[in-house]
């Protein structure tokens, strides 16, 4: 069936540096996507989204970038702290209503070295 | 602060065993969604649920599996007859606005555990 993944599983940056962390995903009708961030022992913590008709999308320190062309979304985390130390995951839904749950991808760790 | 408080944090249950988790949303709003986590693995979704039924269901939630709102508040999922690959962490999250939008917040989830 569809999925989202990822193409990194861990990802080592040093702290201060900027970090970029992709996933691919094979649904075409996708048109809803998040990057939610996972501590250990805690739920996913929302921190970006955006839709299809975008291809860029910025907040405090992350920028998420869309190119429906080749499928593919990255998380960009500018000036990296230890705190950014996470699993990030992404997820994606095909249509804008409520019900629909959200495909998540893999999982890339997210380690920051001092 | 969270979005949903869930209980328990932890239950450790007999293979065989019903199991009901628990999730207590702080503000009163419609749409409400179970996931599962296997350690080390992805987030999975179960079911989505609206207006006191069922809205979406993945291949997962099979009959096992039943969720409700008995009391108007409190969002429960209940595993009937636990088996060792039921372990793992199960996260309830809602929706922010009584219209649904797609953004999903997630509890501190459950930590299951079957023997």
């Known amino acids: 069936g569809e999925s989202v993944g990822l193409h990194l599983p861990t990802l080592s940056v040093q702290e201060g540096d900027n970090s970029i962390i992709n996933c691919a995903y094979s649904?075409?009708?996708?048109?809803?996507f998040i990057w939610y961030k996972q501590e250990s022992g805690k739920g996913p913590q929302f921190i970006i989204d955006?839709?299809?008709?975008?291809d860029k999308r910025q907040g405090q320190r992350v920028t998420v970038l869309l190119n429906k062309t080749v499928k593919h979304l990255s998380l960009q985390i500018a000036a990296t702290q230890p705190g950014d130390s996470a699993v990030y995951f992404c997820?994606?839904?095909?249509?804008?209503?409520?019900?629909?749950?959200?495909?998540f991808g893999k999982g890339t760790h997210l380690i920051i070295q001092p | 602060e969270p979005e949903v408080t869930q209980t328990p944090s932890h239950q450790v249950t007999q293979m065989g065993q019903e199991v009901i988790l628990r999730c207590v949303p702080i503000?009163?709003?419609?749409?409400f969604y179970w996931y599962r986590q296997i350690l080390g693995q992805k987030v999975e979704f179960l079911v989505s649920?609206?207006?006191?039924?069922?809205?979406?269901k993945s291949e997962i939630f099979d009959d096992q599996f039943s969720v409700e709102r008995p009391d108007g508040s409190n969002f429960t999922l209940k595993i009937r007859s636990t088996k060792l690959e039921d372990s793992a962490m199960y996260f309830c999250?809602?929706?922010?606005?009584?219209?649904?939008?797609?953004?999903?917040?997630f509890g501190p989830g459950t930590r299951l555990l079957v023997l």
């Open positions: 503000s009163n709003h419609l749409y």
């Open positions: 999250a809602r929706t922010r606005t009584p219209s649904g939008e797609e953004t999903q917040y």
């Open positions: 955006i839709r299809s008709n975008m």
């Open positions: 649920f609206y207006n006191n039924e069922i809205s979406e």
């Open positions: 649904n075409s009708a996708s048109d809803y």
């Open positions: 997820a994606e839904t095909e249509s804008g209503g409520g019900a629909d749950g959200l495909t």
